[in-house]
DNA sequence: TATATTTGTCTATTGTTCTATACAACTAAA
DNA sequence: TTTAGTTGTATAGAACAATAGACAAATATA
């Protein structure tokens, strides 16, 4: 919410931990300034009384949110905010990854955790303008900002034309150096598919998330200038850590 | 994931009880064709292998599928899905909530849940021009497609220039139409911001969603043929009913 | 230094979730 | 009719979540 005051409330027997609802409400509340504003946080007795639990109960939605670094609690003197700022990732007909962050961060790195050349699924092989079963290039790559990780993407390009992708990207991490490689100066974002859902196993670990914890996806395709598609992605941005921003200008 | 023929995980500890994490992927493999394609599900002893849990804990999930309407169990025969669509509600300039889905349902509604008249606040004067401390109608709606809530707004409108607005969508239920009153035959959707978070306990009952569920927040400025912001808007949809379509043609 | 405030740890009890096993009830097909 | 395959029900124990009360340890302040 926009004005939102906090407004705690838990619901019982749901299938969720009260403890994990609670986190969840006060990681928002935090957000948007809503709790903590200060950089304090109300002692977790008086917390405990304004959701209506046990103080363990809370201090467990203390310790979840301290293990995700967004709080630090002090013996004998309290708890405070640590958290960061999300950034804004920019959704545009010239989406980039390092550029769109330029201004929010310092550091910006993207890792190669795995390559392999497959024969391209049903959807890969549409999206790509391809035969069904030609093969395809696999990246599985990581990103991070500031020494936090904010995505993970899989992305898959035309075997035949991007021979020696991986080998390129590994090297410079960078998909536009990588495409110019291919003397392809320039490329642009032909559409985005957003959705939102829990992370699963995989991508909690790379992307260092707790349980429970959301991405937002999104699914695009890259095309060159005359139009033809050269990329097909996949990316989970931590939700916690980005938000998307589409600018629609006419 | 894009291949998925369902990649099934589940974490333990997580404060997410394990039914609920399946039934959420289920729901969302169903929506994606991933699971059910054929309309019926394989059996609980196969499912709950695949999740790598106990048959129990797998019928705990269909059963809230089945509650939530998704699924239909018959004994003897066996489970079989009743509804299967996710929407795609588009993101362009020309963003409107019913003609993007009107390929997609057969029955769209829009509800005024409230309405109000407010000094904007520090974020809703910006985003509309308008001196902080003007007045501004809020409007309060939910929408709903195939008799299933798909989403819930919250508007700012500048109150000197729309005064009566409430009234008019509360005949209408179409921002659209309520426009056109105030002579405003086109408008055009400036930008739009999306992230994702966990529900709160007013969207949860609004939207009829389960505990821990995740919303996709989209906020998003119109502005009319002049440029002039009309509208500001933060709209909540279920993110296991909808996905976002942007599309950044040049 | 004493006192109040705050977070950290411990033990115990109760309710919910998950597992395990067995069997009943219903359906479809041999 | 028999058999195999499926969903539905029952019971019991193990693991986890939530409550409760008491006290220790650290910090800030009078």
């Known amino acids: 919410m926009i004005e939102a005051g906090l ?7 749901s299938g969720v931990a009260l403890w994990r609802q609670i986190a ?4 928002q509340a935090i957000g948007s300034g809503a709790l903590g504003a200060d950089g304090r946080l109300p002692p977790e007795f008086t917390l405990s009384q304004r959701f209506g639990v046990n103080r363990h109960t809370l201090r467990s939605a203390i310790a979840a949110l301290v293990q995700e670094g967004v709080l630090r609690a002090e013996q004998g003197r309290g708890t405070f905010v640590e958290s960061r700022k999300r950034l804004s990732y920019p959704i545009s007909a010239r989406t980039r990854f390092s550029t769109g962050l330029r201004d929010q961060t310092r550091d910006r790195r993207s890792v190669l ?4 050349v497959e024969p ?3 959807r890969v ?3 790509l303008g391809l035969a069904a079963g030609s093969n395809v290039i696999r ?3 990581l990103s991070e900002a500031d020494g936090r990780p904010v995505s993970r993407a899989t992305s898959w390009f035309d075997a035949k034309r991007f021979a020696g992708f991986a080998r390129h990207y590994a090297k410079t991490g960078s998909i536009t150096a990588s495409f110019q490689k291919f003397g392809i ?7 985005t598919l957003v959705s939102a859902r829990h992370a699963d196993a995989a991508d909690l670990t790379d992307l260092k998330l707790s349980p429970g914890a959301i991405v937002l996806v999104a699914i695009a395709v890259n095309v ?5 598609p050269i990329q097909f992605a996949e990316t989970r941005f931590a939700a916690d850590r980005v938000e998307l921003t589409v600018s629609t200008e006419a």
Chains 1, 2 share one sequence.
């Open 224 to 228: 060159d200038p005359k139009g033809k």
């Open 139 to 141: 990246l599985e790559t």
């Open 120 to 122: 391209a699924g049903e």
């Open 185 to 191: 100066d320039d490329y642009f974002r032909h559409s």
């Open 7 to 13: 407004k705690p409330s838990v619901t019982r027997k």
């Open 113 to 116: 955790l795995a390559d392999a």
């Open 24 to 27: 969840d409400q006060m990681r």
């Open 125 to 127: 092989a549409e999206a």
